[in-house]
């Protein structure tokens, strides 16, 4: 009977999950201290999914027979979980010091201006999602706005647009 | 079978060997920055245009490889040609256009191109050999070697940063040529650990992640608990905005960190080592997985390392976004897998840390110094620096100074030689208002403090500290009371809110300089943000808590003034604050472009085209985009 | 064996000799020195997060958290100064900034430790106000979360994982967006909670409650087609005096009918009748495993807390549990079944308030394994004790001053093995009276089994019964019920029978009693053993000791059920359970 019910439960996360996060979480639990690597398998999940959604984090729950309130409460105290689809390009505007200190403020309302989204939102056509970024360690660049893996030095509010362009930007779809 | 050391000197014969083989005896050797920065800035492609180059031109004896970071960030991406015995040539801000061109003059004719070469060149006798950067020399004369014509880096000692920009990081035996892992054989094999604690002891080496407590202290603590299961943590989670020392020296030199961690464990008696490292630096993490394979592979981790019976062994574990992780008591909840909440002290980590047992971390930073303190020995180490501060600190100068960059100093160097020596001085001719050290943690100095030495206690009396080594420079176009602001929000929201004073009282200081900023401050004001902040810095739970108010009270300290023209006369002095500005259009200056009108987004801006405009007061949203558009600088704003 | 090192110490001048490790507030404690403290409590893990009771030590830059700051030796505390008051001060005015201020209209009001310390401390002006948090009330579940309220203090977190295992709650987000919820900030009704109430019993202020169920008894004793009657559980007679200032540990049985007869009830029933006929039913049960050997040990099913965390987190345990309605529901089923007959009573015009310790019966009389068939649940109500105190307070009742009342017959009438149902433990006691009886058909000569008995998280036994080996495992507070259960799984323990009550002590402790009085606090385990005790007071003062001795219920086997588990019994007075999702992880 015991048996039974929880490898019901088992095998239905096992199905949500994919199959190299699921053998990443067995080989742990086979390690000292496995639920340590609780934010590492959110990472993975993150990095497969773009989002840590309910069900992802229910099934690492019990995946790794860690209770779901602490699963969530773990993953919602790190800023770099983010628990809603992105859009297909990510903007991430660095918000470090140097950059705040060369204008990267006026860079981002003018980025959500444009987009019509906040930050952590996503624009209407699905395209674009905005993030801050906490010094991304590229100082003498600032500001520094990174599209995907691209990084875009010294730039000026009025450059968004043909920035944006490049990844198919169109006011009207974005913002409807 | 030989000794420990005798092996790693046979392996670096190898190495030698092989990199002769490969990449030293080429008539031409061209390296190519590669750190993050660095390939934000181009470098990838750079790289491949020399890779084709090399092969359309059939070259030979032209090798090409990455090396890490310089520091000189303004200016990259960097590539260095070394043609043998002369100095090397340091080609900055380099294009795929650019390398084309250097290729044609230098590689191909001989003829270097000063122009497209970092300024300064030639001031200074680097005595620039390859025998002498792969030699036995003292671990920091490398970087001088090939650097330090440049005045920027002459102004700087090499410590930590030793071999950022100088070797490959992800070939091992580059390391190894640089004396590479002696000081850990050297440790494992001749000294017992209470030998390597007094070394440390003895060399003054202080923690570099901003506490600056006594390394050889902290170990020693740790050493003294009785404790068949220990832990060493490297805290490579650099959360302060404006600080990336850290992921330059991880992304340029990930062994040297390895090697101290090393050491650490065997000091301490830990036979596993964390690295905790934000998730925000792939490039670093990558970095620091091939070097720590390579090491295993190579018998330096894993079970008995170097051919000893010690076992050590390292794992990586990534944060996710929360600067309060770099407290130490929180970093051990996140390695735990938990919320990075800070718990109280005592406990210690040194006797209880991760998952209860002896912890010690430490930074990076400590990390990479510890092979220099073994192979140069603990006297020459704390010859440098001052009385209290020993050795040398990276700051990460950033803001309206000419050179930005990571910069090392000695201890003691004072704040004027750090911005006007090595950065130059202020960028566009604009006035120096204030230096910013030590992060969000950290406070404001006007130019009277300009005089103060860089180290700890110097730099805590004046009501900063040292930090993790951010610095950036604030001049008269920075509004002080908005700085503020931009600190508190960075700690509000780092905040991890366990205890009160922090998760309450940094939101209602956020709400004062909120009010302040945007022309609703009242008289009473600036008292209330010295006591909540002086409530904050005596009742928060971690450091970091404790710490949060600095910017504001260093601010008021220092700019008082600038916060009473926010609250009584409703001005910006700096001219920063939206709120307080009011933007008007010089009648003199306006040739009714209509530019302004077009941008206003209200709209306010009446005037018929070839006249003067006019803006409504009452319906202006000071939105600055009139004063963006005009080309004419016919709209004030003040 | 080590000996325990000493630490000598000065605590404003008074010299203390404590044992090392002590913290600053215990070894203030020990000399009558209060100092104020918010978010530690005796009985729970220490976070040191709420800073309220700091306090300068010598030689330390910053004042430190006395709750969690060991001492040391010749170490010199001051617990107060012009410094300290107004750091503290500070800190709960922060924390009053983020607060509803509505402490009038507050269920807590009087009793609010949030309340106390603001006065205490002297906060009569807000200087720092700003933006507080807004979130809804979710009053999904009998347990109600009002995270305005919340002052993040973290007990209840820490009571959910570290005495009740649930791990139901957590902090969720980051700093000023700080929320204690469960996973996904759901509902609590679509949660793993189990409503034992634990966390309403440590909040300090009104952030956990308990769904108020006065009103709809109002009504009902307002409406003149209803015959509305009450029946209280056995703990209750043990606690409600402190409701009015009596001291814990006395019993005020006589009172609390009176009180409930002057509140408009028709008739005051006990809930021990309820009680009795459980040991009944559950003793034939287990005889009767016993004897087929089967399905063992029987695991009791009195606490609907304990049923509820089975059915999410021990599933597989269903089939061992024992398929017994609870006292409140046996009573409940029989007033609209056996009594209405009786009474020539139309079932549903009679209205059923049950008075419980508990908050998690509220979520049993709802369930629909306890609806009569005509769609509405046996249980109309239940009132926590908190909630009864109120009301008699509302009703402006002296309840010091009133004569002593006896229950209605027949369902009234109750032995002194009910009464122990409060304590943990005394379900078994209970049922070891009849069931050595019933197996020996000889008189016992000692009706107390001390070994069973007392406070203590786990308690073991082995009896022996004509030959029969009988082992007994008796947990209370989940996380110990856990801990036993585990070692059953594992194969290491054989029981025969095991009682499990959720709240730690039991019933006399359980998430709807009244806040305990200054100087004592929830979990306490002296206040579990001084309710206890005028409990097994009350029992040993009865000459009517025995479930099965008593005649009322003999009479009702003999003139409505038939013999005990026939198939009427089975279909009034079993009951069965469900794996129920989300399931909790262990």
Redesign the interface.
């Given at each position: 009977m015991r048996n039974e019910l929880l490898q019901k439960e088992i095998d239905k996360a096992t199905a949500v999950l994919p199959e190299p996060v699921v053998r990443y979480i067995q080989d742990c639990s086979k390690k000292k201290n496995p639920n340590s690597h609780l934010i590492s398998v959110l990472h993975k999940v993150q990095d497969h999914f773009g989002f840590l959604a309910k069900e992802h984090m229910d099934a690492v729950s019990i995946l790794m027979q860690i209770p779901s309130a602490k699963v969530t409460g773990v993953a919602s105290f790190y800023h770099f979980f983010n628990f809603t689809p992105r859009g297909k390009h990510r903007v991430s505007l660095c918000m470090g010091t140097a950059c705040f200190v060369k204008g990267a403020g006026k860079v981002l309302d003018k980025l959500q201006d444009l987009l019509g989204i906040k930050v952590g939102e996503t624009s209407a056509d699905g395209l674009f999602s905005i993030d801050v970024a906490r010094c991304v360690g590229a100082c003498a660049l600032a500001p520094v706005m990174i599209v995907d893996e691209k990084v875009y030095a010294g730039v000026k509010p009025d450059q968004l647009v043909k920035i944006l362009g490049e990844y198919g930007y169109n006011p009207k779809k974005a913002k409807p | 079978m030989s000794n420990p050391m005798e092996q790693l000197l046979e392996r670096r014969e190898k190495a030698e060997k092989r990199l002769r083989r490969e990449k030293f005896n080429a008539k031409v050797r061209i390296t190519v920055g590669s750190a993050?920065?660095e390939?934000?800035?181009g470098a990838p492609d750079v790289f491949k245009k020399v890779e084709e180059l090399i092969k359309r031109h059939g070259l030979k004896d032209v090798t090409l490889s990455r090396v890490g970071c310089t520091g000189r960030?303004?200016m990259?991406p960097v590539v260095t040609v070394f043609s043998q015995r002369t100095t090397p040539v340091k080609y900055i801000a380099m294009t795929p256009d650019k390398v084309e061109k250097v290729f044609d003059s230098h590689i191909l004719k001989a003829i270097p191109l000063k122009d497209l070469a970092m300024p300064n060149e030639g001031t200074q006798n680097t005595d620039f050999s390859e025998e002498r950067l792969w030699g036995d020399a003292r671990l920091t004369d490398r970087f001088s070697s090939v650097f330090n014509d440049v005045h920027f880096f002459g102004k700087q000692m090499r410590m930590t940063l030793r071999n950022c920009g100088v070797i490959d990081p992800e070939d091992m035996d580059e390391y190894i040529m640089v004396r590479g892992y002696q000081a850990a054989v050297k440790v494992l094999t001749d000294m017992t650990p209470n030998d390597v604690v007094n070394t440390v002891t003895k060399s003054g080496l202080r923690g570099r992640g901003g506490g600056g407590f006594p390394t050889g202290v902290k170990w020693n603590f740790a050493l003294a608990q009785k404790n068949e299961e220990k832990y060493i943590v490297c805290n490579a989670d650099?959360?302060?905005?404006?600080?990336?020392m850290d992921?330059?020296t991880i992304e340029g030199d990930p062994h040297t960190v390895i090697e101290g961690m090393i050491i650490g464990g065997y000091a301490i008696g830990a036979r596993q080592g964390y690295v905790y490292i934000r998730?925000?630096?792939p490039l670093a993490i990558k970095r620091l997985e091939i070097a720590i394979a390579a090491a295993r592979q190579a018998g330096f981790l894993g079970t008995g390392i170097f051919g000893t019976n010690w076992d050590f062994d390292i794992e990586i574990?990534?944060?996710?976004?929360?600067?309060v992780c770099g407290e130490e008591t929180a970093l051990i909840r996140?390695?735990?897998?938990?919320?990075?909440?800070p718990?109280?002290r005592?406990p210690y980590p040194a006797a209880s840390g991760l998952?209860g047992k002896p912890t010690v971390i430490n930074n990076v930073e400590t990390f990479a110094n510890i092979p220099v303190v073994i192979l140069d020995g603990p006297e020459w180490f704390s010859s440098i620096g001052t009385a209290k501060s020993k050795g040398t600190k990276v700051f990460?100068l950033?803001?309206?100074v000419c050179n930005?960059?990571l910069v090392e100093v000695p201890m003691g160097t004072t704040l004027r030689d750090v911005v006007y020596g090595v950065g130059g001085g202020i960028r566009d001719g604009k006035k120096f208002k204030a230096v910013?050290t030590g992060?969000p943690a950290g406070g404001c100095l006007p130019e009277s403090y300009l005089d103060t030495p860089v180290d700890y206690e110097s730099l805590t009396a004046a009501g900063s500290m040292m930090g993790s080594g951010?610095m950036?420079v604030?001049d008269e176009d920075?509004c002080m009371v908005d700085?503020a602001r931009?600190?508190l929000d960075?700690t509000?929201?780092?905040?991890?809110?366990?205890?009160?004073?922090c998760?309450?009282?940094t939101?209602?200081m956020l709400?004062?300089l909120q009010r302040i900023t945007s022309g609703r401050g009242v008289e009473g004001d600036i008292d209330?943000l010295l006591?909540?902040g002086d409530?904050i810095?005596?009742?928060?739970?971690c450091g970091l808590g404790?710490a949060s108010p600095n910017p504001v009270i260093s601010t008021i300290k220092h700019f008082r003034e600038e916060y009473e023209a926010h609250i009584r006369e409703k001005r910006c002095p700096a001219g920063v604050c939206a709120g307080l500005l009011t933007f008007s259009i010089i009648s003199e200056k306006c040739i009714g472009c209509g530019a302004c009108k077009r941008k206003c987004p209200v709209p306010c801006i009446t005037g018929k085209p070839k006249e003067v405009h006019e803006i409504d007061q009452a319906r202006c949203i000071k939105c600055?985009q009139c004063f963006?558009a005009c080309k004419f600088d016919a709209v004030k704003r003040s | 064996m080590t000996i325990e090192k000493k630490v000598t110490l000065w605590i404003d001048g008074v010299k203390v000799t404590v044992p090392e490790k002590t913290t600053i507030l215990q070894a203030a404690d020990s000399i009558n020195i209060n100092v104020p403290s918010l978010c530690y409590h005796p009985d729970l893990s220490v976070i040191g997060a709420c800073r309220v009771c700091v306090v300068e030590v010598d030689g330390q830059r910053n004042p430190v958290a006395s709750c969690s700051y060991p001492v040391a030796e010749g170490m010199k505390v001051k617990t107060s100064s012009p410094l300290l008051r107004r750091l503290r001060r500070d800190v709960v005015e922060l924390i009053l900034d983020n607060h509803p201020q509505d402490c009038q209209a507050c269920v807590r009001n009087g009793t609010c430790e949030l309340q106390k310390l603001a006065y205490d401390l002297g906060v009569r002006e807000r200087l720092f106000e700003g933006e507080r948090k807004r979130f809804p009330v979710d009053t999904s579940s009998p347990v109600h979360r009002n995270p305005e309220k919340c002052i993040l203090c973290g007990r209840c977190v820490r009571v959910c994982d570290e005495v009740q295992g649930v791990h139901n709650l957590s902090v969720q987000h980051r700093g000023f967006n700080n929320v204690v919820a469960p996973a996904h900030d759901c509902k609590m009704i679509d949660s793993v909670c189990i409503h034992c109430g634990q966390c309403v019993n440590v909040c300090p202020t009104a952030a956990f409650t308990e769904q108020d169920a006065t009103e709809s008894v109002f009504e009902a004793l307002s409406n003149p087609d209803l015959h509305v009657v009450v029946h209280t559980a056995p703990a209750i007679r043990a606690t409600i005096g402190e409701g009015f200032g009596f001291r814990p540990g006395t019993p005020v049985t006589g009172k609390l009918v009176t009180a409930l007869r002057m509140a408009g009830f028709h008739k005051v029933f006990d809930t021990n009748f309820g009680a009795d006929l459980t040991i009944i039913e559950e003793s034939t049960e287990f005889l009767s495993r016993v004897q087929k050997k089967e399905r063992l040990p029987l695991i009791t099913s009195c606490s609907p807390g304990w049923v509820n965390f089975m059915e999410r987190f021990y599933p597989e345990l269903i089939p061992l549990t024992s398929t017994c309605k609870s006292p409140m529901s046996m009573l409940s089923t029989l007033l609209k079944t056996y009594y209405a007959q009786q009474m020539g009573v139309d079932p549903e015009k009679i209205f059923v308030v049950a008075v419980m310790p508990c908050t998690a019966k509220k979520f049993e009389a709802k369930r629909p394994e306890h609806m009569a068939p005509w769609g509405k649940p046996y249980t109309d109500a239940v009132l926590t004790t908190r909630e009864l105190v109120w009301m008699l307070k509302c009703l402006g009742v002296d309840f010091h001053n009133l004569e002593d009342g006896a229950f209605d017959s027949p369902l009234g009438v109750s032995s002194g093995a009910a009464d122990i149902f409060g304590a943990t433990g005394g379900v078994m006691e209970a049922a070891l009276r009849t069931a050595y009886e019933k197996i020996t058909g000889k008189e016992l000569e000692s009706l107390e089994f001390e070994t069973v008995r007392g406070v203590e998280g786990v308690k073991e036994t082995s009896i022996q019964i004509d030959g029969l080996t009988i082992n007994i495992g008796v947990a209370n507070g989940l996380q110990n019920a856990k801990n036993l259960l585990d070692r059953v799984a594992s194969g290491e323990k054989q029981y025969h029978i095991i009682e499990i009550m959720a709240c730690p002590g039991g019933c006399v402790a359980g998430g709807g009693q009244p806040y305990p009085p200054r100087g004592m606090h929830v979990l306490d385990p002296e206040l579990g053993r001084l309710r206890a005790k005028a409990l097994y007071s009350i029992d040993g003062s009865k000459s009517l000791r025995k479930s099965h001795e008593n005649p009322a219920i003999e009479l009702l086997y003999e003139n409505f059920l038939g013999a005990p588990n026939s198939h009427l019994c089975h279909e009034l007075l079993h009951t069965h359970y469900e794996p129920k999702t989300p399931r909790g992880v262990k």
């Open positions: - | 993050t920065c390939n934000a800035a960030c303004d990259e650099e959360g302060d905005p404006g600080a990336f992921r330059s998730a925000e630096y574990r990534l944060g996710a976004g929360a600067f996140s390695i735990e897998g938990e919320r990075g909440m718990r109280p005592p998952w990460a950033a803001g309206k930005t960059g910013q992060g951010g950036i604030i920075s700085v931009f600190f960075f509000q929201d780092e905040s991890c809110g366990k205890c009160t004073p998760r309450e009282g939101k209602r709400e004062i209330k006591r909540l409530t810095k005596r009742t928060s739970l404790q600055g963006e | -």
